[in-house]
């Protein structure tokens, strides 16, 4: 039974990352939308900012769901090496990194909910991602790729809410 779980579960999930996948990346930026390109593509989704200490420390924490599309945007007001726990978080997470321009600059995948173990950002940080458990791998979304948002620096963004896409 847990085989026949598994194969339903991923061909779900490749249904919807072509879901994903086949969104339009307008080239108007939206408050409620990142969207992330690289050499693998382009992906779109609506997003809840945590862009002060109050939001930031309760992020993803209680909710047993999260929509496919969505995300929470964690935005950091420097760029510092920045680490994420699990702790009452009932989903597991990608968290993807990006520094001050909105470049990729690591991507941990499946964080396991519930657990404690600090999550690092191994690089500096000024944006934290985060979407469901397995996307950021299943869309191919690596170092490098780009993260467009109107809180990323717009003057020195390495894809500009003004840039087409």
């Known amino acids: 039974m847990r085989h026949h779980t598994f194969r339903f579960l991923t061909w779900m999930a490749g249904v919807l990352i072509a879901a994903l996948l086949a969104l339009p990346a307008s080239a108007k930026c ?14 779109q989704f609506t997003v809840e ?3 002060n200490a109050s939001e ?6 209680g909710r047993p769901s999260m929509p496919t599309s969505s995300g929470m945007l964690f935005v950091y007001h420097r760029t510092r090496p920045i680490s994420f726990w699990m702790k009452n978080t009932l989903i597991p997470l ?3 990194f990006a520094d001050e ?6 991507v ?3 964080a396991i909910p519930l657990d404690e173990t600090p999550i690092s950002s191994q690089w500096p940080a000024r944006y934290v991602l ?10 191919g979304v690596d170092v490098g790729s780009e993260l467009r948002h109107p809180a990323v620096l717009q ?3 390495a894809w500009r809410c003004s840039e087409a896409d």
């Open 30 to 43: 939206s408050h409620n939308t990142v969207q992330l390109r690289g050499e693998w593509g382009k992906a």
């Open 49 to 51: 900012v945590a862009d």
């Open 56 to 61: 930031r420390s309760k992020g993803l924490m």
């Open 94 to 96: 990608d968290m993807i």
């Open 101 to 106: 321009r909105g470049i990729v600059v690591h």
């Open 108 to 110: 941990h995948h499946n």
């Open 130 to 139: 985060e979407v469901n458990g397995g996307l950021a791998q299943a869309l």
């Open 155 to 157: 003057g020195d963004a």
